[in-house]
Every structure is written in structure tokens, then in C-alpha cells.
């Protein structure tokens, strides 16, 4: 049984009238680096804002790391967080920063943070108002590994970065995560970002978990069909459509299933981590799939 | 915690230090002279010779003859005045809106350290600050006027005495009340509001009018006010007709004593119609001295003794320091639930 770092029940949380994430339960697994991927407004800042403490739930509950988030120094002090566009102190140096970290952290780690800052290059004494944007993301990066948690926590942690930057605070990441094994939740609506580091990715749309597993299992499970001209209700049982288009001649679906397919009127072929996901987002987009109906012919 | 508030609180800190030790310097320099000034008219031992109003009058007349000492006073009076304002301003409201304003928050919070406790440093220390500065600024501009207070208390009318409403948040243990309810409200203006300048407008126009009602309204009557009937001196009489009769009002003085209220009589009789015809006043013929010495013209005063200054001072520095406290509960409502 593998515990689990955030478990939400029925979560909800509510600016006014209007619901930035309502009714999500989900379970986030120990030991893995998961990717919570979803189009903008499916909820995954307010369902990272609540796991860290930073908002409270309009309804349901939400335990990070077997505690309610932020409820004292010691369950805070496990938790590192990297808020979207890392804040920092504009007018406080990047050494300041280092020292903060030092103040407010009893597991401070004052080894590691030099250590990265200096491979980073990033100057001690530079104002962090004038670091670029993917300097400010390591610096808050560096933050929160020298905490030493056991769960990181990233909020669309490369959204604003160019591709350079994205692709070496990417690798940092990995890095710390290789040398220290913790677990990690990071957000993104651009699943290629996830495709490189993620082992477990969860795709969230309107507050609802459409799909969750390891990644090397979903794309098991997930194949391709092409073939002539066909009704998708006419599929064997255990054949899930999540996406089907049609021609006049042709028909190609996207199918979760845990067999393989036999039937030789089909090509079948793997999906790509980035197909996969769109055909999960796609689905909630309005055109639920059919779900397959035995013995029934249209 | 302690060493995060004073690294983002130091620019500020610096200022304020520079200008408490710009105003001590003004003041330590000036201060021998006065004191030599006061020490020569006598006034310490007046009260054997009966003497202590004209004495203290004569003192007042020569510090004001001089060309330094009453605008020092006045400036020391206006920073006194000032510093709670600017202490709330520039201290209380950016304390939590600038972190909100920059969203800086989301790093503060998620350290090891609960919400509640960087609060609490953050309140506590600063507050404490802004509490002993303007107690150092007032401590050095009451010592300093000390000897024109006394000569005011004396029973000189022509100088306001600490008591009145002009000098009394301007001198002893009150400003440090202020300091207080002034930052804890810049804070919980920031906290509510999100952002720093519309705080910063938000503290000082209500910081502005709390300075307003408290003189008017709540200050008399912090202890019951006493209460006297002096008669009305005919050459300072004044009079309006009140239906058939007139409202007849004068000048007060109690030595030391702040009186907010003066209400005369309405007079009515024969004597009121020889009154009516005296434009220039009673004592203008002996017919219109002779009609108002007959009325025996008194008014009511409702005042505050000198003696009260003490307890006056203490009470209102409880009330100002409860509303502070009140806010600052205010403050950690509002970080606890985490605004939306």
C-alpha cells in the first residue's frame, strides 16, 4: 500500500460565488514526481495553494503528507513550495534570500544552497528584482530544496521561462530529486514540459480527475485504432473509447484498454503522453465518450 | 523571524533613528538658554510672592520675543504630532500589503514558520519600535517645553496649556497610545485592502479623524467634567437677543484648567432694555455700567482641571492602545482565513 502525499475528499474552494475548484477527490502517491496536468482553469493553482495552506477549503478537506497543510512548523517545514512565477524580494539580495531561508527553516540545508548557487552562477550579492526570470525560478527552487522536504510542491514552475531556462531548471530539478528522493507535485498545461520528468501524471479538468496512473502504464494501456468506416458501440467489452473521429470511410479512436487488441480489421498503434492527455482534455470539452453497450446495434 | 523583521524593516528603521537624532540634537542645544531664561523670571518661587501670573506672563512675553524658541516649540508640538501619522503610513500599512501587493506572500508563509507567527513578530517588534520612538520624540519635546508648560499652567492666558487640545497629543505618554493605534492600523488597512498607497490613504485620513473625535467627543469626558459658575466681567461681555431677552456670554480663564464648554444666561427685565440701547458695550455710559452690574451676569463653565493632566494622559493612552490591540486581532483574523 503506497500512502499517499495529498489526499483531497469532496475539495472545494469558492472566491464569491464562483468556484475555482469544486467536488475534487483525489490521492496523490508517495515516491513519485507527479505531473497534474489540465487546460488553464481546470483548478491546479487554487489545488496547490490549498495543499500548501496558502487558501483555506470552501468545503471538503485536504491532508498533505498525513496532516491539514500548514497546520504547524513541522508539517510546513516537510513541504517545499514553488509558487507560479516564483516571488521574490525585489530589493533584497540573492545572499538575503539565502539567509532567510536559513532564519525560517530549522532543516536548512546551508550546503546545498551554496552549492547550487554557485553552479547556477547566480552572483550573491545581485538584487533578485533584477534576476531573469529563470534565475528568480532557481533561486526559488533553491529555496525549497534547501529545506529540505519531503514534498516539493511546483506551481507551473517553467510556464514563463524560454525554452533554455525551462529545459535546465528541468534538469536541476531532476538532479535534486535523483540525489534526494522526495516526492514531487508540479503543475502544467503544457504536457511536453511533464513528458521529460514525470513518472505519474494526473490530468485535471474542471476540478475532476479525468485520468491517473504511472506513466509507463498509461501508455500501456492506451492504443491508437484505425480502420475502416465503424460504430464505436460495437467495440468488445473492455475497450473504453476517450476519443473517436470519423470519416466517410475511415474511423480512428483513441481506447483504454487492459488487453490487447485482436481484431485484425483495425492498425492498431501506441499513443504519444501528449495525444493521450489531449484526448482525456478533449473529452470533458463537451463529447463525453460512448461507453461501450453490448448487444445493442444502432 | 526576528532577523527576517529587521532586515526588511532596517531602511526604515535607519530614517527614523536619523530623524529622532536630528530632533534631539535641535533640542539639547537649545534647551540651556530657555532654562536660564526661566530660571531668571523668578516663576520657581512665585508661588511665596503671590506673583506666579504676571511673572509667568512676563517669561512668556520674552520667549516669544525670541526668534528661535517659538517656532522650535511649534515644530517640536507638529513632530510630536506627526510621527504616529507617518509611523502608520510608512510602517503599518506596507507591512502586510506590500507582501500581498507583490505577492511575496506565497514565499513568506510556506517557510517553517506558521502565518501566525510571523504576524505576531512582525506586529510585536514593530509595534514596540514605533511605540518607543515616539516615546523618545516625546520625551524630548516635553522635557524641553517643560518650562513653558509650567509658566502656561501658571495661569497665563496667553500661551495654551498642555492641557488643550492643541498641545495634549503632543506631549507626554499619549503619542506613544498613537504610535501604537496608528501602526496596528496601517497594518489592518493593508491587510484588508491589499494594497499599499490606497492603506496608506486609508490610515491617515482615518488616523486624521480618529485625532479629531477624540478632542471633541471622547477626551472631556475621559473623567466627569467639573463644573463652575463665574460671574461675567462687564468689559467682556457679549450679547445676542434670545426672544425678549438676551444671551449674555464673557471670557474664562482657570489657571492650568481646560474648559470646553462656556454657557451664559438669558437674561430678561427693565434692565435689558437699557442694555439694548449700549452698542458699544456696558461700560460705554455709567446708565449701561449701572443695568448690567444689576444683572449680576454669570456663566457656566464645564472644564478639566490642571490636576487631571496625569489621569487624562493614562486613559486615553489605554484607549488608543486597546484599539490597537483590537486591530492587530483584526489583522490576524484576516491572515488566518486567507483572503480570497
Given amino acids: 500500500m503506497v500512502s499517499a502525499v495529498i489526499e483531497t475528499s469532496g475539495l472545494g474552494k469558492a472566491y464569491r460565488r464562483t468556484w475555482a475548484l469544486r467536488d475534487c477527490t483525489l490521492a496523490i502517491p508517495e515516491g513519485h514526481v507527479v505531473g497534474l496536468v489540465g487546460p488553464n482553469g481546470a483548478g491546479k493553482t487554487t489545488l496547490l495553494s490549498l495543499a500548501v495552506g496558502l487558501l483555506a477549503p470552501t468545503c471538503g478537506t485536504i491532508e498533505v503528507l498525513g ?13 517545499g513550495f514553488v509558487a507560479q512565477d516564483p516571488p521574490v524580494y525585489a530589493r533584497m539580495t540573492v545572499a538575503d534570500h539565502l539567509r532567510l531561508g536559513a532564519w525560517l527553516n530549522p532543516g536548512w540545508d546551508g550546503e546545498l544552497a551554496r552549492q547550487r548557487t554557485g553552479q547556477l552562477g547566480l552572483d550573491p550579492r545581485q538584487r533578485a528584482g533584477s534576476l531573469s526570470g529563470g534565475q528568480r525560478a532557481q533561486l526559488a527552487l533553491i529555496l525549497a530544496l534547501a529545506k529540505r522536504p519531503g514534498l516539493l510542491i511546483l506551481d507551473e514552475p517553467v510556464a514563463s521561462l524560454d525554452p533554455l531556462a525551462r529545459r535546465e531548471f528541468l534538469r536541476g530539478l531532476m538532479e535534486a530529486v ?6 514531487v507535485v508540479l503543475s502544467s498545461h503544457l504536457v511536453g514540459d511533464l513528458e521529460r520528468v514525470c513518472d505519474y501524471l494526473i490530468v485535471l479538468v474542471a476540478s475532476r480527475v479525468r485520468v491517473a496512473g504511472e506513466v509507463s502504464a498509461l501508455l500501456a494501456s492506451h492504443r491508437r485504432l484505425s480502420g475502416p468506416r465503424r460504430d464505436p458501440a460495437t467495440l468488445p467489452a473492455g475497450q473504453e473509447v476517450i476519443e473517436e473521429s470519423h470519416t466517410d470511410k475511415q474511423t480512428v479512436l483513441l481506447i483504454r484498454t487492459g488487453e490487447p487488441v485482436h481484431d485484425p480489421a483495425w492498425t492498431v498503434t501506441p499513443v504519444s503522453l501528449e495525444d493521450l492527455v489531449l484526448a482525456y482534455m478533449s473529452q470533458a470539452n463537451g463529447t463525453r465518450a460512448r461507453r461501450p ?4 446495434v444502432s | 523571524m526576528i532577523r527576517l523583521t529587521w532586515r526588511q524593516f ?25 532654562s536660564n531664561m ?12 503671590n506673583d506666579c501670573g504676571s511673572l509667568a506672563a512676563s517669561f512668556i512675553n520674552q520667549v516669544r520675543a525670541d526668534a528661535a524658541y517659538p517656532v522650535l516649540y511649534a515644530v517640536g508640538v507638529i513632530v510630536v504630532f506627526l510621527v504616529p501619522a507617518i509611523i502608520g503610513m510608512f510602517w503599518g500599512a506596507p507591512l502586510i500589503a506590500r507582501e500581498l501587493e507583490d505577492r511575496t506572500y506565497r514565499l513568506a508563509w510556506t517557510q517553517s514558520v506558521t502565518r501566525t507567527r510571523w504576524l505576531a513578530v512582525k506586529l510585536g517588534l514593530l509595534g514596540l519600535a514605533a511605540m518607543a520612538i515616539t516615546g523618545l520624540f516625546s520625551l524630548i519635546i516635553t522635557w524641553w517645553a517643560s ?11 496667553i500661551l495654551a496649556n498642555r492641557m488643550m487640545p492643541l498641545l495634549f497629543a503632543g506631549h507626554g505618554i499619549v503619542p506613544i497610545g ?42 472631556p469626558h475621559l473623567i466627569p467634567a467639573a463644573h463652575t459658575t463665574v460671574a461675567v466681567s462687564a468689559g467682556d461681555a457679549n450679547w445676542v437677543a434670545v426672544g425678549n431677552g438676551l444671551l449674555i456670554t464673557g471670557k474664562a480663564a482657570i489657571p492650568g484648567a481646560w474648559i470646553f464648554s462656556e454657557s451664559g444666561h438669558v437674561y430678561t427685565g427693565p434692565a435689558i432694555q437699557i442694555l439694548k440701547t449700549c452698542y458699544n458695550g456696558p461700560t460705554s455710559t455709567p446708565a449701561c455700567g449701572s443695568a448690567f452690574a444689576s444683572l449680576h451676569a454669570q456663566m457656566l463653565l464645564a472644564y478639566q482641571p490642571a490636576s487631571r493632566y496625569w489621569p487624562l494622559q493614562a486613559y486615553e493612552t489605554a484607549i488608543t492602545l486597546a484599539l490597537a490591540l483590537a486591530l492587530a486581532g483584526i489583522c490576524f483574523w484576516k491572515i488566518r482565513r486567507r483572503l480570497g
Fill in chain 1, 67 to 79: 496532516e491539514h497543510p500548514a497546520v504547524g512548523p513541522a508539517q510546513l517545514a516537510q513541504v
Fill in chain 1, 178 to 183: 535523483a540525489e534526494r528522493g522526495l516526492s
Fill in chain 1, 293 to 296: 453497450q453490448l448487444g445493442v
Fill in chain 2, 10 to 34: 532596517r531602511t526604515q528603521a535607519w530614517v527614523a533613528i536619523a530623524a529622532l537624532a536630528a530632533i534631539a540634537i535641535t533640542f539639547l542645544v537649545t534647551r540651556p538658554s530657555l
Fill in chain 2, 38 to 49: 526661566y530660571s531668571a523670571s523668578g516663576i520657581a518661587a512665585c508661588q511665596a510672592r
Fill in chain 2, 147 to 157: 518650562p513653558l508648560d509650567r509658566a502656561a499652567t501658571l495661569g497665563s492666558p
Fill in chain 2, 178 to 219: 498613537y504610535a501604537a493605534f496608528a501602526f496596528a492600523l496601517g497594518a489592518t488597512a493593508g491587510a484588508l485592502i491589499g494594497r499599499t498607497v490606497p492603506a496608506m490613504a486609508v490610515t491617515i485620513v482615518i488616523f486624521a479623524a480618529v485625532q479629531l473625535i477624540m478632542p471633541n467627543f471622547v477626551r
